[in-house]
């Protein structure tokens, strides 16, 4: 049974910088994709970042929405079995409930609608103010 849990949101002004943690319980190796997704206030979730662990190209093993590209960054901790969002150079538009997701998914098919994803957790907000 996959479980996970979101922590590190919180306030912050434009400009700043929040680095997101979810703790993966249970098993997310091989096969598994994972990724944060957020859901801005009144509006769909949409995708911010997948990580392919299994992709041996380190370069293609983080994926990224064009809105974060080169502010945000996705990457885990597989000791401690955590998965993060470091988040820099936060906008206003970045105000959210975001979310850590896992799936089993074919090789090469991380990016996918939220909707595809099984494992989820219960979200963390983030709210950037200027």
């Known amino acids: 049974q996959v479980q996970l849990a979101e922590s590190g949101g919180g306030s912050v002004q434009v400009g700043g910088s929040l680095r997101l943690s979810c703790s993966i319980t249970g098993y997310i190796g091989s096969g598994y994709c994972m990724a944060w997704f957020r859901q801005p206030p009144g509006k769909e979730r949409e995708a911010v970042a997948f990580?392919?662990?299994?992709?041996?190209?380190?370069?293609?093993?983080?994926i990224y929405e064009d809105s974060v590209k080169g502010r945000f960054t996705i990457s885990r901790d597989s000791g401690k079995n955590i998965l993060y969002l470091q988040m820099n150079s936060l906008k206003p538009e970045d105000t959210a409930m975001y979310y850590c997701?896992?799936?089993?998914?074919?090789?090469?098919?991380?990016?996918?609608?939220?909707?595809?994803?099984?494992?989820w957790g219960q979200g963390t907000q983030v709210t950037v103010s200027s």
């Open positions: 997701a896992a799936d089993k998914r074919p090789r090469g098919a991380c990016v996918a609608p939220w909707v595809q994803y099984d494992y």
């Open positions: 990580f392919d662990e299994d992709n041996i190209d380190n370069d293609a093993r983080e």
